[in-house]
């Protein structure tokens, strides 16, 4: 069966990104895409905006869950929450990439997500979703060594470090038995502390995005690199886990679901 998707953020590069992919995808269909309601790509065709043939859709203000599947949302922390509240009200389940969230707000999206299935990924890259594992093996055996995550991305990111960098980071202190707010260091005004795990970034130009996790011991270094060079890694990585999603029973699923990495 076709899968009918719902795409989000028409104005943003990952907005389009999920929606090119799901047009060149043969088993899926694009029957609704939105922007926010003040932006000028509201009214404009689908097919204006995409530089691609495709049956008169627009851009519409407000997200249209008629006739939909699944929902692919990569927006801010405020939209991506009303969104999920639609969803959650509608029984649509929701693929989501936005990050940033607060504590609150995270809270918030695991109340009203309870009744539908949901994919919450910081990144839907296979390649990434991979070293997560990587780094898990590598603290297990390097646990003790000096570890630092940098990460780069274009000038307009706003969140910082990126949420997959925090999901590195996260892992590796799962693995180590630490609590992540607890050894994350952001600012190297001081000296390093044993057991803590550093974060430096880089906002600039039109990097897609770049992350390198280092395990540093005495007399070696290992380490693990993913480079994006495309957003449709992540788009398509998206799209996967919504063709997951789409007719599993309510619950919270994760890429290591969608990749039978579980």
Not at 49 to 60: E, M, N, P, Y
Not at 125 to 137: F, H, I, K, M
Not at 221 to 226: G, Q, S
């Amino acid at each position: 069966m076709t899968l009918r998707v719902a795409v989000t953020g028409a104005g943003g590069r990952m907005g389009r990104a999920v929606a090119q992919a799901v047009l060149s995808d043969v088993n899926a269909t694009l029957v609704s895409v939105c922007a926010r309601q003040s932006s000028d790509l509201v009214g404009q065709s689908v097919a204006s905006v995409l530089g691609t043939d495709i049956a008169d859709l627009r851009i519409g203000g407000t997200l249209d869950l008629n006739n939909v599947d699944v929902v692919i949302d990569f927006t801010l922390p405020e939209s991506s929450l009303a969104y999920a509240q639609q969803c959650a009200v509608a029984g649509v389940p929701i693929v989501m990439g936005t990050t940033g969230f607060t504590d609150e707000q995270r809270a918030t999206l695991d109340e009203c997500l309870g009744s539908v299935a949901s994919c919450r990924a910081a990144n839907f890259s296979t390649g990434v979703n991979l070293a997560y594992r990587l780094l898990e093996l590598s603290a297990k055996v390097l646990g003790d060594a000096d570890i630092e995550i940098h990460e780069a991305h274009h000038k307009h990111k706003i969140d910082a470090p990126s949420g997959t960098a925090l999901a590195m980071g996260d892992a590796i202190a799962q693995t180590m038995g630490a609590d992540l707010s607890q050894v994350a260091r952001y600012d190297r005004a001081s000296s390093r502390e044993p057991g803590t795990i550093g974060f430096s970034v880089t906002r600039a130009g039109d990097i897609v995005g770049e992350h390198t996790v280092l395990f540093a011991s005495e007399g070696e270094r290992l380490e693990v690199t993913h480079k994006a060079s495309s957003r449709s890694a992540f788009a398509t990585g998206a799209l996967r886990a919504a063709h997951f999603i789409a007719d599993k029973p309510a619950n919270s699923y994760t890429m290591a679901d969608v990749l039978g990495l579980s």
